[in-house]
Antibody
Framework: QLVESGGGLVQPGGSLRLSCAASGFTFKSYGMIWVRQAPGKGLEWLSYISPGSSIIYSADSLRGRFTISRDDAKNSLYLEMSSLSAEDTAVYYC???????????????WGQGTLVTVSS | QSVLTQPPSVSAAPGQKVTISCSGSNSNIGNNYVSWYQQLPGTAPKLLIYETTKRPSGIPDRFSASKSATSATLGITGLQTGDEADYYCGTWDSSLSAMVFGGGTKLTVL
């Protein structure tokens, strides 16, 4: 399973680090992604990291403010977020990625999500 | 504005069939696998279809999917009230070097 943590209330311009703890599978063997969903909106892909962290892709819309990383020894995925604004308010999900990312991989395991609220 | 275009909503009566379209381009659907996700209210997305037409174990055969050129379609037969959810398509876009999702379609079972 996947369990996200680290969400909460943060002031505009602030930073936050989300974590995703994996269990029940060989974490280091899988690509992982972060996806978010603003209130009442659809899914927005944020970032992908391959096994071994050799390949990382992030949405251009993030303008380099978010950084994905992983610690295979701790079976954990992270998302460092900075320069947060109200538009970043959303539920953030981590998910396990299967298949080859650039031919249309798929997410077969999702966390329950963690809510990030950016407000003063 | 989503790269993949889905109808905002569809509806049908219990027991009927419904299809949900996902329109893209050669840089995404046209040359890559498509996956579909079901998101029940207040829950995380759930994988319904992967590699364009395959169902994970546990997904009933009422759910099916296909692709033609740059469009993909999810079909649901024998509609049940429990199928009321948001449905999303997803794939890789080679021009953007990004994973992309459709805007989502809300299914109402009348």
């Amino acid at each position: 399973q996947l369990v996200e943590s680290g969400g909460g209330l943060v002031q505009p311009g602030g930073s936050l680090r989300l974590s995703c703890a994996a269990s029940g599978f060989t974490f280091k063997s899988y690509g992982m992604i972060w996806v978010r969903q603003a209130p009442g909106k659809g899914l927005e892909w944020l970032s992908y990291i391959s096994p071994g962290s050799s390949i990382i892709y992030s949405a251009d819309s993030l303008r380099g403010r978010f950084t994905i990383s992983r610690d295979d020894a701790k079976n954990s995925l992270y998302l460092e977020m900075s320069s947060l604004s109200a538009e970043d308010t959303a539920v953030y999900y981590c998910a396990r990625d299967r298949g080859y990312y650039s031919s249309g991989s798929y997410r077969d395991l999702w966390g329950q999500g963690t809510l990030v609220t950016v407000s003063s | 504005q989503s790269v993949l275009t889905q109808p905002p909503s569809v509806s049908a009566a219990p027991g009927q069939k419904v299809t949900i379209s996902c329109s893209g381009s050669n840089s995404n659907i046209g040359n890559n696998y498509v996956s579909w996700y079901q998101q029940l209210p207040g829950t995380a997305p759930k994988l319904l279809i992967y590699e364009t037409t395959k169902r994970p174990s546990g997904i009933p055969d009422r759910f099916s999917a296909s692709k033609s050129a740059t469009s993909a379609t999810l079909g649901i037969t024998g509609l049940q009230t429990g199928d009321e959810a948001d449905y999303y398509c997803g794939t890789w876009d080679s021009s953007l070097s990004a994973m992309v999702f459709g805007g989502g379609t809300k299914l109402t079972v009348l």
